[in-house]
């Protein structure tokens, strides 16, 4: 799979609708799978990102809503795998430096991505655990693309329209780990912690749909293409 630069007779297939899916697919999965909970009474009626009342997790870890984010997620997993991959490409011709990482932290966030979402709902300690690393894990190699992404544009291609915005977004996503980690260490009231935890978690997947909409916005822009041969 090639992903050429732009010509005035463009072939192959056009690359934005990819992270636009990426980006779309769990923003709306997740607020559907919450609606469908808070509709059977399996979590309560109340806005998550200011009440910190449940997490995304809780959201659509039961009934309908569970069913419905596991079958967006568990194919947008694979979805995130092919736009790092292409990400590579279009860096490595925009800017002349190869981006030899970022395939494969895209596949580390995909594999643990899709770990998460094959085990939610499943009850148990290990399976617990395996959501949680799975959704950390996810987390963490997603920033490290968008990080390495970044790394590579500062070099060469700062004037590239979308690098001014996924700077943005990386500076969001670090200001919600910092967050994070300050609410951990200094809210002693389980309760309260969990709250808070749970407002994080929604404001990062946000932050995660900026970023694929940018990068589908800044390739729709540049008419790129994916050739399969």
């Given at each position: 799979?090639?992903?050429?630069?732009?010509?005035?007779?463009?072939?192959?297939?056009?690359?934005?609708?990819?992270?636009?899916?990426?980006?779309?697919?769990?923003?709306?999965?997740?607020?559907?799978?919450?609606?469908?909970?808070?509709?059977?009474?399996?979590?309560?009626?109340?806005?998550?990102?200011?009440?910190?009342?449940?997490?995304?997790?809780?959201?659509?870890?039961h009934g309908l809503g569970n069913l419905l984010f596991?079958?967006?997620?568990?194919?947008?997993?694979?979805?995130?795998?092919?736009?790092?991959?292409?990400?590579?490409?279009?860096?490595?011709?925009?800017?002349?430096?190869?981006?030899?990482?970022?395939?494969?932290?895209?596949?580390?966030?995909?594999?643990?991505?899709?770990?998460?979402?094959?085990?939610?709902?499943?009850?148990?300690?290990?399976?617990?655990?395996?959501?949680?690393?799975?959704?950390?894990?996810?987390?963490?190699?997603?920033?490290?693309?968008?990080?390495?992404?970044?790394?590579?544009?500062?070099?060469?291609?700062?004037?590239?329209p979308a690098f001014a915005p996924l700077r943005i977004?990386?500076?969001?996503?670090?200001?919600?780990?910092?967050?994070?980690?300050?609410?951990?260490?200094?809210?002693?009231?389980?309760?309260?912690?969990?709250?808070?935890?749970?407002?994080?978690?929604?404001?990062?997947?946000?932050?995660?749909?900026?970023?694929?909409?940018?990068?589908?916005?800044?390739?729709?822009?540049?008419?790129?293409?994916?050739?399969?041969?």
């Amino acid at each position: 799979m090639e992903v050429p630069k732009p010509t005035s007779a463009p072939t192959g297939l056009p690359a934005w609708p990819l992270p636009l899916l990426c980006a779309l697919l769990p923003l709306l999965a997740a607020h559907l799978a919450w609606w469908l909970s808070v509709q059977g009474e399996l979590v309560a009626a109340c806005n998550p990102y200011l009440d910190g009342c449940v997490s995304i997790s809780r959201a659509a870890r039961h009934g309908l809503g569970n069913l419905l984010f596991r079958l967006a997620m568990l194919p947008c997993a694979t979805v995130q795998v092919a736009v790092w991959w292409c990400a590579a490409q279009w860096l490595q011709r925009g800017t002349g430096v190869p981006a030899r990482a970022l395939p494969w932290l895209g596949l580390t966030a995909g594999a643990f991505l899709g770990l998460y979402a094959a085990f939610l709902g499943s009850e148990g300690e290990t399976y617990g655990l395996l959501r949680r690393y799975g959704i950390t894990v996810y987390f963490g190699a997603s920033f490290l693309a968008l990080m390495s992404v970044l790394r590579r544009m500062s070099r060469q291609w700062q004037d590239a329209p979308a690098f001014a915005p996924l700077r943005i977004v990386a500076l969001g996503m670090l200001a919600v780990g910092l967050a994070s980690v300050t609410v951990t260490a200094s809210v002693a009231d389980q309760l309260a912690r969990d709250r808070w935890e749970n407002r994080l978690e929604w404001a990062l997947g946000l932050w995660l749909t900026a970023m694929f909409a940018v990068l589908a916005w800044h390739w729709w822009r540049e008419r790129l293409r994916i050739v399969l041969k």
